[in-house]
């Protein structure tokens, strides 16, 4: 089982590598096809909006094939999407592949979540789906730094030509290494979607919108603060930015073991953590060590939360479960553009880039009181139950 979800952590690889890289190349897309920088930043925008309003309906249509085919499926997408980026002749073109792209992303880290868990024994599950976003984190380490430098030295659709041999190693370990028959309920349509109807489904997705908010308000933004803030020359920011992705690996595993013992204390405590990790370096950001302490540990707690929060909406969405992770998916790139949008409405004000991570922190505040009242919720539920019970 271990090989499967290493097949399942290189496709996340991939993934990531393709979603982030963008970030680096777009002053090379620009000049390339001679856009304004802005517009190539649509770029960014147009994929996100692809994993949040795409994904749910492409795992919907998949809901009744088996999920090896499914998969499998979705990494060809994931090639040809990224083939056809670095052909892609004009900008609408690379908008479309760049979408085509996104379907495959919220999909596949979705219904690969779900695959990840039944993969293993039940305790275990959290753990399994820490090791696929493992892929996704060690993207961010290293697929996003190296491609950026790859098309930097050999322009930038070399980059998307990596990604997609990236694809083709995945696409192989797959058909390798996942079992030939994996168990699944017969979707149905009704189903899938009458799970929106569940409270506790939606506070679910509203904590990984608010916690990818958190994320995002302030991250979208490191490089200024570095360089602004903590004084940071412009080569030292990857050094700092590795630092901070050392720590989202850490906090993947990490929030893979404690999901499987105690999710929603375990939850609480890593929101609580991000909250405190963001009050703190609004200080810390003004000398470099502290800084860097703070950026490991803020990683840690952050990306602690994703495997938390993905087993927590297989949990409450079980009627639909590849729907319920997949939107999941949708919550967080969601969060992720709001997070963009917010940080750039606090900077834009005139606000001292030192005090951003304040914005961060009443975001997280917001996942922990959300946290807390869904776990009030869940205790008045289970009140009631055993009131009937008796």
């Known amino acids: 089982m271990p090989l499967a979800l290493f097949a399942l952590a290189v496709a996340a690889f991939g993934i990531g590598t393709t979603e982030f890289v963008i970030m680096g190349l777009l002053p090379d897309v620009a000049n390339d096809l001679h856009i304004t920088i802005p517009r190539a930043g649509l770029l960014i925008t147009g994929y996100a909006l692809g994993v949040v309003f795409g994904a749910p309906i492409l795992a919907v249509a998949t809901a009744n094939m088996p999920r090896k085919a499914t998969l499998l499926g979705m990494t060809v997408m994931f090639i040809l999407g990224n083939v056809l980026c670095a052909l892609a002749p004009d900008y609408l073109s690379l908008m479309a592949a760049r979408v085509i792209t996104a ?3 919220g999909a596949f880290f979705g219904i690969g979540s779900v695959v990840a868990a039944g993969l293993v024994a039940p305790n275990k599950r959290a753990q399994a789906i820490s090791m696929m976003f493992t892929g996704l984190t060690l993207a961010n380490v290293l697929g996003v730094p190296l491609g950026t430098a790859l098309g930097q030295f050999a322009g930038w659709r070399s980059t998307f030509w990596a990604v997609a ?11 390798i290494w996942l079992p030939r028959v994996i168990p699944m309920e017969k979707g149905n349509l009704a189903r899938e979607f009458r799970v929106l109807r569940k409270g506790n489904v939606l506070l ?29 020359a412009p080569h030292g920011v990857t050094l700092m930015l590795l630092l901070f992705g050392v720590g989202l690996t850490g906090g993947s595993m990490l929030g893979g073991r404690l999901a499987d013992t105690r999710l929603l204390p375990s939850l609480v405590a890593m929101a609580l953590a991000v909250v405190l990790t963001m009050a703190a370096f609004s200080q810390t950001s003004h000398l470099l060590i502290p800084a860097a302490i703070t950026l490991v540990l803020w990683g840690v707690f952050a990306f602690a939360l994703c495997p938390m929060l993905q087993l927590l909406i297989i949990d409450q969405a079980h009627e639909a479960p590849n729907l319920g992770s997949t939107l999941n998916q949708s919550a967080f790139n969601l969060g992720n553009a709001i997070g963009a949008w917010l940080g750039g409405v606090v900077v834009a004000s005139g606000a001292n880039l030192a005090d951003l991570p304040w914005t961060g922190a009443i975001c997280g505040v917001l996942t922990l009181v959300t946290a807390l009242f869904f776990i009030y919720r869940q205790r008045q539920q289970a009140l009631r139950t055993d009131g009937i019970t008796r």
């Open 103 to 105: 379907l495959c992303h």
């Open 165 to 175: 041999v990236i694809g083709l190693v995945a696409l192989l370990a797959q058909i």
């Open 204 to 232: 679910s997705l509203g904590m990984s919108v608010m916690a990818s908010t958190s994320l995002f308000s302030v991250f979208t933004y490191i490089a200024p603060i570095l360089q602004g803030v903590t004084g940071i």
